[in-house]
């Protein structure tokens, strides 16, 4: 046995973990040999020290009532924080989702019934299956020698809508169908124009 | 023979809801359970944490963070039964990470937590606050002086030695608790405890 080997064996026996089968060859060692009977005292010695300084006196009623209450404390912290929640988050994105809600609505109704234009004058509303609005520009004309510049404009709906029945009496009017159409003015035309509706 | 020390601590007699009955029941939001793993481990907690931070008002603060830790993380452990060495997990992380910061903590009404004569012993800086509470001013500068070469001599260990000789050497904490708080079997537990030993014999060689 090397003396690491019968330091670690005293150390199990002091600490009462030694195997049953090593600790009585230990014993009648521990008897004959003053070596390893001074490393079993100064073992001894090194725990009586280390035990010798004493825990703190606590209440520990009182520590555990502390504990108690500090971790129900947090459990209220918790439910605050949801109710705040509740309170002031829950109604905000209640108030997001239906505004988006509405907007959808929106989008949904246009795009089922098509826009209407019915602020700009010359507008029809024609109602079969399907709303549908033209706007017929009447434009301005000039003479030029090759003929009018712009004699008529016809703008109907396009997309899925643009094959209905409905706008069959319409046909023959329909020079095109755009996507988009945005129709703006801003500027004073750059020479008065004889007769013009604009 | 040398009288045996492997499992002096039981933390649940037979005639007890087990800890991992506790556990279990603590989990499914039972506050009295837990409060009994409480009243069950709170000496090991403020003893293990006192150790490592030789102040009784870190130990204390120490010791209820941790609990409140562990109610928090309790659906987190795995093995309910191994609650104690789970929560000296906890404790002696706490315990090694703690730094003074006491602007930012709650300040625990020390005065009800600890007995009259320890409550004004809390001030005490430089090794072991305990050793120096004799009334002898000779016995208590002695005292102090060993408290500090004690707890120097400590700091100088590696952690897991360091943990092993408090919890096992000192605190006489199981070593089936010890190796699950370590995270190693209990042959290293013994390992460690005789590192340990061996490594304090000689930077105490002089106050043995």
Known sequence: MTRDELEFSISQYLDGTLPEDQRSALEARLTADADAQAILTEDRALTDLLRSDPLPEVRWDRLAESISSAIDEQLDERVARASRWMRFRLPAGLAVAASALIAIGIAAHLLMHGRSATTNPGSQMTSHHVVVATLTVQGPQEDVPGGPVITDISIAAGGSYAKDSSLDPYADEIDSRPARIVIASGMEPDRPLAGSPF | ?208
């Not at chain 2, 993380?73 to 104690?84: I, R, V």
């Not at chain 2, 409550?119 to 120096?132: F, I, L, N, P, R």
């Open chain 2, 1 to 208: 023979m040398e009288p045996s020390a492997t499992d002096p601590v039981d933390a649940a007699p037979a005639s007890l809801p087990s800890d991992g009955e506790l556990v279990g029941r603590a989990i499914r939001s039972d506050r009295s359970a837990f409060d009994e793993l409480v009243r069950r481990y709170q000496r090991q907690a403020v003893a293990v944490s006192y150790r490592l931070l030789s102040n009784s008002n870190d130990a204390l603060e120490v010791t209820q963070d941790a609990f409140l830790k562990a109610y928090t993380s309790l659906a987190t452990l795995q093995k309910p039964e191994a609650f104690g060495g789970w929560l000296m997990r906890i404790v002696s992380n706490l315990s090694l990470n703690y730094r003074r910061s006491r602007r930012t903590r709650t300040q625990l009404p020390l005065d009800d937590l600890l007995g009259p004569a320890d409550a004004q012993q809390t001030d005490a800086v430089g090794g072991s606050e305990w050793m120096a509470a004799s009334a002898d001013p000779v016995r208590k500068l002695e005292g102090q002086e060993l408290g500090r070469r004690l707890q120097e001599a400590l700091k100088q260990l590696p952690e897991k030695q360091r943990l092993a000789i408090v919890m096992f050497t000192i605190e006489q904490l199981p070593q089936k608790q010890i190796a699950q708080t370590l995270d190693c079997s209990v042959e290293a537990v013994k390992w460690h405890v005789f590192q340990g030993r061996k490594k304090l014999k000689e930077l105490l060689k002089d106050v043995m």
